[in-house]
């Protein structure tokens, strides 16, 4: 049983899911629009990213407040670094003043976290399975409306089959290894988006911030530049990882995975130039 109604994730995220995917397939179906699946797959990406903009909008404003804060939490955390109860108290102080809770910029990537396994889960069995005639009796097992149910996949989208690997590029040509390096690299740019950007210090100044005033005798080293440039290490890290990693699953995954994610990928890069160009137009208001 591929989709079991009795299972509460089956029936509270993938099942809906399903249905409202079956409604793009057979209403594209319907009006002989082609390779209906493929668009179905992204109509469905857009639905999703239209019913979670608001709590993406909040976790994106979030991250850009935090990032305008750095400069007076790296202050803090120079003045409190062998005081953490006070440092956090500052902190605190400081979030309430600023409007910020730190904590709901992770409560949308909670709250999204049962859709994209839900997400993953359907289109895996969908795209996978070698049985489609089985897939196709499942899919419409569990429909809410008669007009839902199909007789076959077209899992066709332009030259592409959506159930094609680019692990299988040596059968299914070279072409296929394209996939992954597009979303690898849209992930990389979103990414980067999401990284705030640090200012080069002056070489002399960084060695005046990093010795400090002789203690008996000696030179004290102030380690706190040294934890700042560990942060900013690990940052670039993260951007070069994260798309990296994500390219290996386009390799791995079938091709309708890759364009589930590059279209809600590409979206959400949409998303983040639109905030930040609202939020510069609203700063230089304030400022004229």
């Known amino acids: 049983m591929i989709f079991n109604p009795n299972n509460w994730f089956h029936a509270f995220f993938i099942i809906p899911i399903l249905n409202v995917l ?15 699946m493929g668009f179905s797959l992204i ?27 750095k400069p007076e939490l790296d202050k803090l955390n120079e003045i ?5 109860t006070r440092l956090h108290q500052e902190q605190l102080k400081l979030y309430q003043k600023a409007g910020i809770n730190p904590a709901a910029g992770c409560l949308p990537l909670l ?10 889960n359907l289109f895996f069995q969908i795209l996978t399975n070698g049985n489609m005639n089985k897939v196709v009796a499942e899919v419409n097992r569990v429909v809410y409306f008669p007009f839902l149910k199909i007789h076959s996949f077209d899992l066709s989208f332009f030259f592409l089959n959506l ?27 979103q990414t980067k988006m999401m ?12 060695i005046q911030k990093i010795e400090k005033e002789p203690v008996n005798g000696k030179k004290a080293v102030d380690k706190s530049a040294d934890k700042e440039d560990m942060g900013q290490a690990m940052q670039k890290q993260m951007a070069i990882m994260m ?10 995954f079938p091709l309708g995975l890759s364009l589930y994610w590059n279209t809600f990928t590409i979206f959400g890069i949409i998303q983040q130039y639109r905030i930040a160009k609202l939020d510069g137009a609203n700063e230089q208001n304030k400022r004229t």
Request: charged share 10%; glycine share 4%; hydrophobic share 40%.
């Open 163 to 189: 159930s094609s690997k680019p692990s299988d590029w040596k059968s299914g040509g070279w072409w296929l290894l394209l996939v992954p390096i597009i979303t690898a690299g849209l992930q990389y740019w």
């Open 195 to 206: 990284v705030p950007q640090t200012k080069i210090q002056n070489p002399k100044s960084k």
């Open 43 to 69: 109509l469905l990406t857009v639905a999703i990213r239209l019913l979670l903009n608001p709590l993406t909008v909040s976790q994106i404003k979030s991250s850009q407040k935090l990032t305008k804060l």
């Open 243 to 252: 798309p990296l990693m994500i390219g290996f699953f386009a390799y791995s």
């Open 80 to 84: 409190y670094k062998n005081d953490k």
């Open 111 to 120: 709250l999204q976290m049962p859709i994209l396994i839900a997400l993953y």
């Open 22 to 36: 079956m409604g793009f397939y057979t209403s594209l179906s319907y009006l002989h629009i082609p390779y209906p």
